[in-house]
């Protein structure tokens, strides 16, 4: 009886995870602009592996003592997301494949935009 | 009811790979190629994942736990050598 639990828990939790990925990929190839590109494998793709992940820990738990090390690669994936994410829509940003953005309120610039002269490219110690 | 769930993940996720990788190609920009590169590396941790639970090993998680790490640097090292024309200064 605690098998076929384990067995259905892990079926959903794959399933999901393979909708989940599936829909981010689709996403990638099918949404038209760069800066809306950039949203659908960042965050339904990660969900999806997320998925995997806790398929893989309730099969560990249900037939092999249990593991909890799938949460070394669920917590990397979850913060390295954001932090790639950030830095490839700074790259459409700044290659202007995109139409640019509109200014911030007040005097200042984007944080991505206001760099110093030793930071502007062929001055700085490269 | 495993062995049907084993198969239509395995299809999703090989189809989400091709998706990634028809983007990778037709990519207009080149944050596109980056970002198709950076989900091809996350998909193919979760194919690692589905293989470990398929052949009920731990053998692939190292691989897989190596390949999170990977895509991460390398998709930081593109976005740094696009935005900068060099990855360490």
Sequence with gaps: MTMEIADIAIALALLSGAF????GSIGLLKLDTPMKRVHAPT???TLGVGSFLLASMIDGFAY????????????FLFVTAPISA???SKVNMHRGDIDPTPPPPGERTWATFNTGPA???GDGPM | MMTLAFIVSFFCVSLAQVLAM???????CVG????ALDTMAVNAIALLILLGLAGGTQIYFEAALIFAMLGFVSTVAYARFVLRGDIIE
């Design chain 1, 20 to 23: 989940f990925t599936l829909v």
């Design chain 1, 43 to 45: 965050k339904a793709g």
């Design chain 1, 64 to 75: 092999r003592g249990g593991s909890l090390h799938e949460l070394l690669i669920m917590a």
């Design chain 1, 86 to 88: 950030n830095f490839i």
């Design chain 1, 119 to 121: 930071d502007k490219a």
């Design chain 2, 22 to 28: 028809v983007r990778l190609i037709k990519g207009p």
């Design chain 2, 32 to 35: 596109d190629r980056i970002l």
